[in-house]
């Protein structure tokens, strides 16, 4: 028998920051990958000219998350991030959106390094193999990054199992499915690319997030049950337009 309670879960302690001075762990011993770990991770975004698109906001939804249970936020821009990682007692991925075409999840290393000046315990960049607008190859920005946080965690946002590897050869210390669908490499699928994450999984010794497109709690379990370190929601949570027009197609289908 269930009993509903009407207490919120207590969010989990806040590992350390990413420029604290305590040190980076090997692979997963690290406190922060151990605190998402088998984890459900809340990505609070909204996208320009949206009436969410406040940094206020975006902080607001990010700690409604933390109290359902989100072991992480995940959230894009420095004004969101300064605010979220000042009321947040969970890791954040930090990302910073340039553009909307190409490379433009945390473009470049001054991207990357902006992001990690906001506190944030993981970075996350573009993990794909395409050409950087600032010219470094991944290799390069990653190691650029630890430079001036050496205890930062990078998570390469990548297309393919073959963006997968290569973040991995390249320094990224987890890989996420993120851009399946969206380079060209892999079909855009109704739900999250199970075949790619098999394919991860089997193939890579980084903690996978499973991310893009997991729209119900059973896409969720099934990530986990193929491989996931934890799993990335966005839109299903944190985009009401969206999912507003989800039962509004629904109720029109009637
Ligand atoms: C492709 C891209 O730009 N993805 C972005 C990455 O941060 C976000 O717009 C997504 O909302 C996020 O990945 C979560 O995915 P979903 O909203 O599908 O649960």
Redesign the pocket.
Known sequence: MTTETTSPPSPRTRPPAAHSREGRAAGSSHPVLEAIRGGLIA?A?AYPGEPMRDPRTMDQVAQACVRGGAVAI?A?GLADLELINQHVEVPVIG?W?DGHEGVF?TPTLRHAVAVAATGCQIV?LDGTRRERPDGLSLARTIEGLREAFPHVLVMA?CGSLEDARCAQDAGADLLGT??AG?TGERPATRGPDLELVDQVAAACQRPLIV?????TPAQAAAAMEHGAWAV?????IT?PTTITSWFVQAVAGV
């Open positions: 990505s975004q995940r894009q990302l959106k999840i996350a946002d993120t851009l969206y991310e893009g497109r997991v729209h990335v929601v966005g839109t299903a985009h």
